[in-house]
């Protein structure tokens, strides 16, 4: 059985958080200004509020899960999907992970593009190399280094968001007086689905943190008190003005550029965590091949793939990729609390089946419902990715029984 008393070299909760928060505000940043030309103050307030709440919730647990096994994500995965079928779930999240890599480092290339414009005229796919080569050195030196860059860039991202909130709140902007409205269910599921992939995974960071103390200090510092925070504070400028993003609705301020700043810092931590992530899991999939050696391949791919113009079609891709994420942890969590409570034992894998079917049946419903409600077919939680992981862990806690699943729990 893996224990968590092993001497592992482990972080404490705090610096946990402080990556998590760098991986986070990215796609904080893209999708909190939507939120905000929709709703009003108050209404806003109490949606990132909700949001956070489930958010925290989820992230205890799949993170304490990560801090018992002491096993990344793709690791675990084996133990509910069998050893075979976990590849099929690894190569879906290393698609996923790769992805956001690409689509981060185009943002980078095109916000630094806009932001040196007016002096110099470099391409775009320089600057998205550049990212690159960034992201790269954040990451190939270890879990430390990303912790570091995190300890850095996180307060000067903070620092900034805060004097974009204070010109946004002291200025003299242009107060729409009508928001378009969202759905109370609708807006909360925005907020929660904006990083339940980061959620669903983060037994990649549980298994480096300390103990469950701190397991419990990360998930709720990151995600029941910053990220509502930082959610509710990109949102605000476009909740003033009524844009869709946040350098337009900056732009009414005059105050372009600390913007341009706050998204090229967001996507450096962002990436680097994306990056730390997508080598874990490839390093499953190619496991003879040292993971600095996977990280700097990622980043030449990410470069390649991040110059093209192809982000248009290749980010409904990625949300589409986003729906089968979550109920891998809906099975996972399952999984754990029915059979692991004792510990992973590595020799079961040898006993239990390749492949396991009807785990599958359980992902593919989860996965089905949380495209359909998603796509308003029926309504359930009205969050669709707390409705995948709920159906996901209750199909798989009736036909693991079915299936004769072997009892493990101490």
Same mark, same amino acid.
């Not at 928060?21 to 806003?44: D, R």
């Not at 205890?60 to 002491?70: D, P, Q, Y």
């Given at each position: 059985m893996r224990k968590t008393n092993e001497n592992l070299d482990t972080a404490?909760?705090?610096?946990?958080? +402080?990556?998590?928060?760098?991986?986070?505000?990215?796609?904080?940043?893209?999708?909190?200004?939507?939120?905000? !030309?929709?709703?009003?103050?108050?209404?806003?307030?109490?949606?990132?509020?909700? $949001?956070? =709440?489930?958010?925290?919730?989820?992230?205890?647990?799949?993170?304490?899960?990560?801090?018992? @096994?002491?096993?990344?994500?793709?690791?675990?995965?084996?133990?509910?999907?069998g050893e075979q079928g976990a590849v099929a779930i690894n190569i879906l999240m290393a698609i996923s992970l790769f992805g956001w890599i690409a689509v981060t480092a185009n943002m980078f290339g095109h916000s630094v593009h806009d932001l040196l414009a007016p002096y110099i005229d470099l391409p775009v796919p320089l600057l998205v190399a550049l990212g690159c080569v960034i992201f790269v050195c954040s990451t190939a030196f270890g879990f430390a280094v990303l912790g570091k860059v995190a300890q850095f860039a996180v307060p000067v991202i903070a620092f900034v968001l805060c004097y974009i909130l204070y010109v946004a709140t002291h200025g003299e902007p242009i107060v729409v007086e009508t928001l378009s409205s969202m759905n109370t269910g609708v807006a909360i599921s925005s907020v929660v689905g904006t990083i339940i992939v980061l959620v669903a995974t983060l037994p990649d960071f549980g298994s480096f943190v300390h103990n469950r103390k701190h397991a419990?200090? @990360?998930?709720?510092?990151?995600?029941? %008190?910053?990220?509502? /925070?930082?959610?509710?504070? $990109? #949102?605000?400028?476009?909740?003033?003005?009524?844009?869709?993003?946040?350098? $337009?609705?900056?732009?009414?301020?005059?105050?372009?550029?600390?913007?341009?700043?706050?998204?090229? =810092? &967001?996507? %450096?931590?962002?990436? #680097?965590? !994306?990056?730390?992530?997508?080598?874990?899991?490839?390093?499953?999939?190619? #496991?003879? =091949? *040292?993971?600095?050696?996977?990280?700097?391949?990622?980043?030449?791919? &990410? #470069?390649? %793939?991040?110059? +093209?113009?192809?982000?248009?079609?290749?980010?409904?891709?990625?949300?589409?990729? $986003?729906?089968?994420? *979550? *109920?891998?942890?809906?099975?996972?969590? @399952?999984?754990?609390? +029915?059979?692991?409570?004792?510990?992973?034992?590595?020799?079961?894998?040898?006993?239990?089946?390749?492949?396991?079917?009807?785990? =599958?049946?359980?992902?593919?419903?989860?996965? /089905?419902?949380?495209?359909?409600?998603? !796509?308003?077919?029926?309504?359930?939680?009205?969050?669709?990715?707390?409705?995948?992981i709920l159906v996901a862990c209750i199909c798989y806690m009736v036909l693991s029984r079915v299936g004769g699943a072997k009892k493990v729990t101490a």
């Open positions: 404490s909760g705090y610096r946990i958080a +402080m990556i998590m928060l760098g991986i986070a505000v990215t796609p904080v940043l893209l999708s909190s200004s939507s939120l905000g !030309n929709q709703l009003s103050g108050p209404e806003l307030i109490k949606v990132v509020g909700i $949001g956070g =709440f489930i958010l925290a919730i989820i992230a205890s647990i799949t993170i304490c899960v990560g801090e018992k @096994a002491r096993l990344p994500t793709y690791g675990i995965v084996k133990y509910p999907f419990l200090i @990360a998930s709720v510092l990151t995600f029941f %008190v910053i990220y509502p /925070l930082l959610y509710w504070a $990109g #949102a605000m400028p476009s909740a003033l003005t009524g844009q869709g993003s946040l350098l $337009g609705a900056m732009a009414m301020f005059g105050a372009v550029l600390p913007a341009a700043l706050l998204l090229i =810092f &967001a996507t %450096v931590t962002g990436n #680097a965590g !994306n990056m730390f992530q997508g080598t874990l899991v490839v390093s499953t999939l190619l #496991a003879r =091949f *040292p993971k600095w050696q996977i990280t700097i391949a990622l980043g030449v791919l &990410a #470069a390649i %793939v991040g110059s +093209m113009d192809i982000m248009a079609w290749f980010i409904p891709f990625l949300l589409f990729l $986003g729906i089968a994420t *979550p *109920p891998v942890a809906g099975i996972y969590i @399952a999984d754990f609390f +029915m059979y692991r409570r004792g510990g992973y034992d590595e020799a079961l894998l040898a006993s239990e089946p390749k492949v396991k079917v009807l785990t =599958f049946v359980a992902w593919i419903i989860g996965s /089905l419902v949380g495209f359909m409600t998603v !796509n308003g077919v029926f309504t359930l939680t009205t969050i669709p990715s707390v409705d995948s």
